[in-house]
């Protein structure tokens, strides 16, 4: 007969229940797009946010990249769409994504209709 793999000493992964209900519901990704101006940035943000609203979605994520490889190491992208988002008056939150959604890296935005 075969021997029973034990399983006392693992760890269960824990679940979160109430996960899904704070994930984006879409994402924009800003790399690869080249070096943007701050015009460029802003299109790109009213275009994603204007297709958000017209699909009724409240939970959005940008994807900023840590400026890592900005001149002088600076981010440029983040700041920038932060300070705009803010200024809108359809969104109620920009905050730090969650660390396993790219943390410095991004922006979660939550949208109000």
């Given amino acids: 007969m075969g021997k029973r ?59 900023t990249g840590k ?3 900005s001149r002088n190491g600076m981010p440029v992208i983040k700041p920038f769409l932060r300070k705009y988002l803010e200024t809108l008056p359809f969104v109620l939150r920009v905050y730090e994504g969650r660390r396993d959604r790219g943390g410095a890296g991004t922006l979660e935005v939550t949208l109000s209709f």
């Avoid at 209900?21 to 924009?28: G, I």
């Avoid at 958000?52 to 409240?58: E, K, S």
Wanted: proline share 2%; glycine share 4%; hydrophobic share 30%.
């Fill in 67 to 69: 400026g890592l490889h």
């Fill in 5 to 63: 793999k034990s399983f006392k000493n693992q760890k269960k992964e824990k679940v979160n229940k109430y996960d899904n209900l704070s994930k984006p519901e879409a994402e924009f990704d800003f790399h690869d797009r080249g070096v943007l101006t701050s015009s460029d940035m802003k299109k790109m943000a009213d275009e994603f946010l204007s297709e958000a609203r017209d699909r009724n979605l409240t939970k959005i994520l940008f994807i």
